[in-house]
């Protein structure tokens, strides 16, 4: 988690090379030094030579370093020269050279790297406004690259002509930091196109990859508090400290191709989306991760591969929410996952249904469930080793289940409480109340296919019947049925008013 935490760190200094309000009040030191709060903040030595000359501080030799105990290694980052200008209004430009090598250096169990990824950039303005306890970062760019120059992994260069660089256009955002005992950001930013590439050749002629791809319409967002401080050991403990992070970004479409070759065959595969989002929070209370990707196609054919594949889906979305903190009230969780009008090709379909005896319609499935847990002991601090349970759940609720294939379709919902005094009931687990009502359409048409086809026999099929006419009753269309499957407070089981337990 420290090593994690600290690489976030200098993730997060992109930001800050990238990155004015009229009652602006900042100097050039005041930024150097909120910088070295920043990073020494993440756990890394800052070394550097410093230079003062009229409104200009340049810094030279900038180095960056931290060690990493749980892993028997070191990191090291030479990040060159810049300077912070004092533009004579209270605010503070940040200058970059067009071209400016980053030099990574670790040594991590023995295994060494040696990189050097150059940053550039076309038409850079960073301005810092605010004050030396709260400063804002307002840049822009019309390009700004990333490229690996140089790559030498336990003493053995790079292969030759190997390429992995990304490039974005249109670039604009805005950070606001406040360095503390915490550390604190939001930020917003815009991207019109992000395109990168990795071409790559095995130096002893087993093949070659290419990629390419790229994002448009990037909106991204996030606020974040760090504590500062070395919270390797006792992770939980930052947490308590305050860590607190929520984001979220949006792209109106994507597109991959990837090309493998290898011992003289190729594998081609391209996937392109439409407008995707992704949300993600966390801090002390609770866990959350959530995103869709709508308008998804996907291609390939290799020789591994026995036919061409083309997938499209309309939609793929998912999430989850959970609690992690201790609490004697129960507290909300949920998780959903949705794969909408998911269809393939007629050249797949006629694998499984040469005489097209089967609808091929696009296939949903829909699954969305929220329910109230109580939480007896904090997630973060919960060893993983004890037998301990970490909670109970209290109620469970299915808002919504669809399934939609091949001309049959399963709806429902339902809700649920749970008795935790009651555990005989149910061998060992808490006693459920409440109700699941079910609607079947198109099963007996869809069973009756798969015998035509060969991919059923008779006698299963008729086993199947058997089973779904003690669970449900003729609903009001055709090869349509409907069930409900309650549980009382006595703990009995009942469909559609018969007890089954």
């Known amino acids: 988690m420290n090593f994690q935490k600290r690489i976030a760190g200098s993730g997060l200094l992109a930001t800050f090379l990238l990155s004015t309000t009229a009652m602006a ?11 070295r709060g920043y990073l020494g903040g993440f756990g890394y030595d800052i070394s ?4 003062t000359d009229g409104n200009t501080l340049s810094i030279n030799d900038l180095t960056l370093g931290m060690s990493i105990p749980d892993e028997d290694g070191t990191v090291t980052v030479e990040m060159g020269s810049l300077q912070f200008v004092e533009n004579g209004d209270g605010t503070v430009a940040i200058v970059m050279p067009n071209q400016m090598p980053m030099r990574i250096l670790a040594d991590v169990e023995g295994e060494t790297v040696d990189a050097v990824v150059t940053i550039s950039h076309t038409g850079f303005s960073t301005i810092v406004s605010g004050t030396p306890e709260e400063m804002t970062y307002t840049y822009n760019a019309s390009e700004l690259g990333v490229a690996l120059t140089s790559l030498v992994a336990d003493g053995e260069p790079m292969p030759e002509g190997m390429v992995v660089n990304a490039i974005m256009s249109g670039v604009m955002g805005r950070s606001k930091m406040a360095v503390g005992e915490t550390i604190t950001t939001q930020q917003k930013m ?21 990629i390419k791809g790229s994002m448009s319409g990037l909106e991204m967002d996030a606020d974040a508090v760090v504590p500062t401080g070395d919270y390797g050991e006792d992770p939980a403990a930052m947490f308590a400290a305050g860590f607190d992070i929520a984001g979220s970004y949006a792209l109106k479409g994507s597109d991959l191709a990837f090309m493998l070759t290898e011992d003289g065959a190729q594998t081609n595969a391209t996937i392109t989306t439409g407008a995707s989002n992704m949300a993600i929070k966390m801090n002390d209370m609770a866990m959350a991760y959530s995103g869709t990707l709508a308008d998804i196609q996907l291609n390939a054919m290799g ?9 499209a889906m309309g939609e793929f979305g998912y999430g989850f929410e959970v609690p992690l903190k201790a609490d004697e009230q129960p507290q909300d969780f949920a998780a959903n996952l949705t794969l909408a009008d998911l269809a393939v090709s007629e050249m797949i379909w006629g694998m499984v249904d040469p005489g097209q005896v089967l609808p091929h319609d696009p296939a949903t499935m829909i699954i969305d469930i929220v ?6 002991t904090d997630i973060m601090t919960l060893d993983e080793n004890s037998d301990e349970v970490p909670g109970e759940l209290n109620a469970m609720s299915l808002k919504d289940l669809q399934l939609h294939i091949a001309g049959a379709s399963l709806t429902g919902m339902g809700d649920f409480t749970f008795d935790n005094s009651d555990m005989e009931s149910f061998d060992g687990l808490p006693r459920p109340e409440g109700a699941l009502d079910l609607n079947i359409k198109g099963v007996n048409g869809l069973m009756d296919k798969l015998v035509q086809m060969g991919l059923l026999p008779e006698d299963q099929v008729m086993g199947a019947r058997m089973m779904l006419s003690m669970f449900s009753v003729p609903g009001a269309g055709e090869d349509e049925l409907t069930s409900r499957i309650e549980v009382n407070e006595q703990g009995h089981v009942l469909a559609n008013g018969q007890r089954l337990k």
Do not use: C, H, M, N
């Open 190 to 210: 815009s991207v019109d196109t992000l395109t990168y590439v990795v071409q790559a050749e095995d130096p002893e002629g087993g093949g070659t990859v290419d």
């Open 371 to 376: 329910g109230k847990a109580t939480v007896f």
């Open 303 to 311: 020789p591994d591969i026995p036919l061409p594949i083309d997938v």
């Open 48 to 51: 550097a030579s410093e230079k």
């Open 25 to 35: 009040d900042v100097g050039a030191r005041d930024v150097w030094e909120s910088w």
